[in-house]
């Protein structure tokens, strides 16, 4: 398996304008994790999914943000109007809740700079 | 609410010395508990887990943890650390709970690994 694919893998882009990113779990996998990373606020869980359903969008940090998952082998996350402190590395992460508790593959991460 | 701590930001070894690295954790049962390693500009790779069992464990490149539960600690360690081990490490706890699929992390440990 290629493990988890994320695209683009750097994003820059204009305040205002919109963004996506797309994450592609392992197949078979049925959970999806969006996390942001940033040097003042660490890791910070965005959102997650359970076969498609998001369960936990908590730390999503606005309406700016959305993120889908319409099938089980994609999902977006999406930031209209973007803004400058948005700028961070995005990652997204699978795993499989069918045989108990496993770990979470990453994706190697989209770095967006909104300018 | 669980939590993770990682009271370490920063340190710094000397190459061919022993390393820990502390993780504590804050949950009502016992968890699930990971280490993952980032390199720059990469996606968290997964060096070791614990489930149940044995409470040393094994992981790749050496690595090697144990669970505590009195102390509710999770450290990482290595007997002799190589240069290459110079990243970024990151504890995290999972829930372990029917139908919760949450997976905290710790603000993270840069390593830097000196000749």
Same mark, same amino acid.
């Given at each position: 398996? &290629? ?10 882009? $204009? @305040? #205002? ?10 197949? #078979? ?14 890791? $910070? ?10 369960? !936990?969008?908590? #730390? @999503?940090? $606005? !309406?700016?943000?959305?993120?889908? @998952?319409?099938? &089980? ?12 402190? !948005? ?5 997204? &992460?699978? %795993? ?7 770990? &979470?593959?990453?994706?190697? #991460?989209? %770095?967006?700079?909104?300018? | ?28 049962? /016992? =968890? ?5 390693? +980032?390199? =720059?500009?990469?996606? *968290?790779?997964? *060096? ?6 044995? /409470?040393?464990? +094994? ?11 009195? +102390? ?6 290595? =007997? ?17 709970? /029917?139908?919760?699929?949450? *997976? ?7 390593? /830097?690994?000196?000749?």
């Amino acid at each position: 398996d &290629a493990g988890v694919i994320q695209s683009p893998r750097h994003e820059v882009t $204009e @305040m #205002g304008q919109e963004v996506t990113l797309r994450c592609k779990p392992i197949s #078979g996998h049925n959970s999806l994790f969006w996390y942001r990373q940033t040097m003042m606020r660490g890791l $910070e869980l965005l959102i997650y999914f359970n076969n498609n359903v998001p369960i !936990d969008d908590s #730390g @999503m940090p $606005e !309406d700016r943000f959305s993120a889908k @998952m319409p099938n &089980a082998s994609f999902s977006t996350l999406k930031i209209q109007p973007s803004e400058p402190r !948005d700028s961070a590395v995005y990652f997204c &992460a699978s %795993r499989s809740t069918r045989t108990g508790w496993t770990e &979470a593959f990453f994706g190697q #991460g989209t %770095r967006l700079t909104v300018v | 609410a669980q939590s993770v701590t990682q009271p370490d930001i920063h340190i710094t070894v000397s190459e061919g010395a022993s390393l820990e690295l502390r993780c504590n954790y804050s949950y009502g049962a /016992t =968890p699930y508990l990971f280490w993952y390693v +980032q390199s =720059p500009g990469q996606g *968290l790779q997964l *060096l070791l887990k614990y489930f149940s069992g044995d /409470t040393l464990v +094994q992981g790749i490149k050496g690595f090697e943890a144990e669970f505590k539960r009195s +102390q509710s600690s999770f450290n990482l360690r290595k =007997p002799s650390v190589h240069w290459s081990d110079a990243a970024e490490y990151f504890c995290a706890v999972g829930e372990k709970q /029917t139908g919760a699929n949450n *997976l905290f992390f710790g603000t993270g440990t840069r390593l /830097t690994v000196i000749p």
